[in-house]
């Protein structure tokens, strides 16, 4: 098995800044347990947000949390067409937003639509994962936003159902609302952004921001992506500018969408 080389944090002899697109790959190489809860200021909206690299959103201001697309029980659900997956998907999400609410001084917690894999969800929760969301919903003000995948969702193991919340004029929904009467902040299209780096492709979850619509990346353990350079983007914001934005050694760094190899340029 050939070594991995390690990622030389000396800057080069020109005293430029790093390549973003290595910066990036240092920063998948120790995300999670290596860099716990780093984050990068993210203005939206006027409202000052902390973008995590664990793919959350804190907003200070009102000590909340804001996630979307844990679909949880995703593996459960395959597993009945006899798709087999690790079932452990559902625990490693509710462990890794038990770990951010622990770090956070969090009161209220925002889970911006499809929570669940399907509507059934719910009540396939085991026990143990079920006793976890039981525990982090008595501990904060929770709202679970309803998504095209749990419509029906009912709150079993806690929490507000609600289809859409408004809070401090922005509204956070699961889809966009296409009138977009106040800046929103959604989940539903789970982006991702990819860059080509000395041949390697790079991936990272991201976020896709205009002036009017923050769209969040997936939380849960088991979700796939759609590359931001994908036109639904463009249909999606309209004839408004967006960029990609990827939280890297805390700066937002902003990419155009279909950016592979260009300079990224810090938006905040
Ligand atoms: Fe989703």
Redesign the pocket.
């Known amino acids: 098995m050939a070594t991995r080389k390690r990622f030389n944090p000396k800057p080069k002899k020109s005293g430029l800044a790093r390549p973003p697109a290595i910066a990036i790959e240092a920063a998948v190489a120790h995300s999670g347990v290596m860099v716990p809860h780093s984050f990068a200021p993210l203005l939206f909206a006027g409202q000052h947000f902390h973008a995590l690299a664990d793919d959350a959103l804190y907003w200070p201001r009102h000590k909340a949390l804001l996630v979307?697309?844990l679909?949880l029980e995703k593996a459960s659900w395959y597993a009945k067409s006899g798709q087999m997956l690790p079932p452990y998907d559902s625990q490693a999400t509710l462990e890794r937003l038990g770990r951010l609410i622990d770090d956070y001084d969090v009161e209220h917690v925002y889970s911006l639509?499809?929570n669940y894999h399907d509507s059934a969800g719910e009540a396939r929760l085991d026990a143990a994962a079920g006793q976890m969301l039981r525990a982090l919903t008595a501990r904060v003000d929770w709202h679970w936003i309803t998504?095209?995948?749990d419509e029906q969702l009912d709150g079993c193991w806690g929490g507000n159902v609600v289809a859409q919340s408004a809070v401090d004029g922005l509204l956070l929904c699961?889809e966009p609302d296409p009138a977009r009467m106040i800046p929103q902040i959604c989940?539903?299209?789970?982006p991702k952004f990819r860059i080509q780096n000395r041949g390697r492709l790079v991936s990272r979850r991201c976020y896709m921001m205009s002036d009017s619509l923050l769209i969040m990346p997936?939380f849960?353990a088991l979700?796939g992506g759609l590359d931001a350079s994908d036109a639904v983007y463009g249909d999606v914001f309209g004839a408004e500018g967006y960029q990609a934005v990827v939280p890297v050694n805390g700066k937002a760094l902003s990419f155009p969408p279909e950016c592979r190899s260009v300079k990224a340029k810090a938006v905040s």
């Open positions: 979307a697309d679909h639509g499809d998504g095209n995948h699961h989940g539903h299209f789970h997936a849960g979700t």
